[in-house]
């Protein structure tokens, strides 16, 4: 009991804290499950994934109200069952379409439900951080549970950022399942992530700069095929999606910093993504044409230059509602 009692008061403690800062380590520049164990779990073949039914109100990456529903999913629940009727429209992608710094409704999935006919559901599937390695392993297991009928699909910014020390997303290597299910529960306790922490931060090093990115361009390529070839095996009908950047001059001193970094590898992994549309005939929303001149769909500027505002979210998923409307003619009404 002294022991037991010794404990929970040590767990008060820690919990009365606010979240330790990121002890960022050696694996990957963006790790999430390292970074905010509170909210990620740790994943062997995804790295990472939101921890079901959460509801966030401070100490997340960014500010702001978030919740999950059992999934692990920004979303309401969603409805495995084909039976109710309904067509589904899975949003596969990173921070952009998950709604990164604006309210869960006026993220794009969301938008795009209220914009849809009600004979279709929309879900958002977005996990931040994913790269094209990630989305089309999670893709996978999404075919096989939700039997959609569309998929849109929204990578880039995160497939061209730096690896951690030149280690590549298919070069990863995770602990074993009872290493990561151990882990997983600890991380609910404050105690043990303020542990974590300092441990990290005394026998971890900074990662190495690399000019390899997370998904090397070929790879970049390679996965949006598969993600493109197993919607058409499992008969769904793929929609190719490219978020805005903002004007590169709309960053001031930063400008010439990032050009290297993330302008030029952004224009190829586009072209990559425009090149895929037009070899196997697959609708692309370009975001990034649509509103390529629209300052006022970016508020943090210079800082993120990766996640426009609420009011980008609304052109995108009119510009999507457009799309699938324009391809399916007979089943959505305009």
């Not at 990121?22 to 694996?27: E, F, H, I, L, T």
């Not at 951690?164 to 990863?172: E, R, T, W």
């Not at 990662?207 to 990115?213: C, G, V, W």
């Not at 980008?312 to 009404?333: C, D, Q, R, V, Y």
Request: proline share 7%; aromatic share 12%.
């Amino acid at each position: 009991m002294s022991v037991f009692l010794a404990l929970a008061a040590i767990e008060l403690f820690f919990r009365l804290l606010s979240e330790p800062p990121r002890a960022q380590g050696y694996r990957l520049i963006y790790n999430p499950e390292l970074d905010f164990p509170k909210f990620y779990l740790k994943d062997g073949k995804l790295f990472w994934r939101l921890r079901p039914n959460l509801q966030i109100k401070s100490g997340f990456v960014v500010s702001g109200e978030y919740r999950t529903n059992s999934e692990g999913f920004r979303d309401q629940e969603f409805v495995e069952n084909r039976s109710v009727g309904k067509k589904k429209i899975l949003c596969l992608g990173n921070s952009v379409t998950f709604g990164w710094g604006v309210a869960e409704e006026k993220a794009y999935p969301q938008v795009l439900q209220n914009l849809i006919s009600s004979e279709y559901e929309v879900y958002n599937c977005a996990q931040t951080g994913y790269t094209t390695f990630q989305g089309k392993l999670l893709l996978g297991e999404l075919l096989q549970k939700y039997h959609p009928d569309i998929v849109t699909i929204a990578y880039i910014w995160n497939d061209l950022l730096p690896a951690a020390n030149g280690i590549a997303d298919s070069k990863q290597k995770m602990p074993p399942p009872s290493i990561l299910s151990v882990q997983n529960f600890l991380a609910r306790f404050a105690a043990y992530r303020w542990g974590r922490f300092f441990f990290l931060k005394i026998s971890s090093k900074t990662p190495a700069a690399s000019e390899m990115p997370r998904v090397p361009l070929v790879e970049y390529r390679t996965n949006l095929l598969e993600i493109l070839d197993n919607c058409r095996a499992h008969q769904v009908q793929p929609v190719l999606v490219l978020p805005p950047a903002p004007k590169q001059e709309w960053l001031g001193v930063q400008a010439k910093r990032y050009q290297k970094l993330f302008y030029e590898p952004f224009r190829q992994y586009a072209a990559a993504v425009k090149e895929l549309s037009a070899i196997r005939q697959i609708t692309l929303v370009n975001a990034d044409s649509a509103l390529a001149g629209e300052l006022s769909i970016w508020e943090n500027l210079p800082e993120d230059f990766v996640h426009p505002a609420a009011v980008a979210h609304k052109k995108i998923a009119e510009l999507i509602f457009a799309a699938l409307t324009e391809s399916n003619t007979s089943s959505i009404p305009k």
